[in-house]
Nanobody, 126 residues
Framework: QLQLVESGGGLVQPGGSLRLSCAASGFPLDYYAIGWFRQAPGKEREGVSYISNSHSNQGDNTEYADSVKGRFTISRDNAKNTVYLQMNSLKPEDTAVYYC???????????????WGQGTQVTVSS
């Protein structure tokens, strides 16, 4: 059973940065597509970023929601079995609980992934 644990959330001022981590146990993460999602109070879960498995023909293919393009960067360290989400130039509207998710199927920004972490809170406020 693949287990995911997010960390790195917290309180940051507008314009600041955070790096979220998604650490996996149970299976090697390099065969899984990974998505980062977020959910703000009263809103639907939103796909933020995606990275393909490390064995796809295109290598590490990535995608981003329009709302975070140019500010967020997803990456993976297979040796550490961890995926990261570097978040720069944070805005108050980025405030949400952030989740990572994994699946053998590349669902990209759609929330159909089989495995989910418990989430980490990100609050952007002055």
């Amino acid at each position: 059973q693949l287990q995911l644990v997010e960390s790195g959330g917290g309180l940051v001022q507008p314009g600041g940065s955070l790096r979220l981590s998604c650490a996996a146990s149970g299976f090697p993460l390099d065969y899984y597509a990974i998505g980062w999602f977020r959910q703000a109070p009263g809103k639907e879960r939103e796909g933020v970023s995606y990275i393909s498995n490390s064995h796809s023909n295109q290598g590490d293919n990535t995608e981003y929601a329009d709302s975070v393009k140019g500010r967020f960067t997803i990456s993976r360290d297979n040796a550490k079995n961890t995926v990261y989400l570097q978040m720069n130039s944070l805005k108050p509207e980025d405030t949400a609980v952030y989740y990572c998710a994994a699946d053998l199927v590349p669902y990209k920004l759609e929330p159909h992934y089989k495995y989910w972490g418990q989430g980490t809170q990100v609050t952007v406020s002055s």
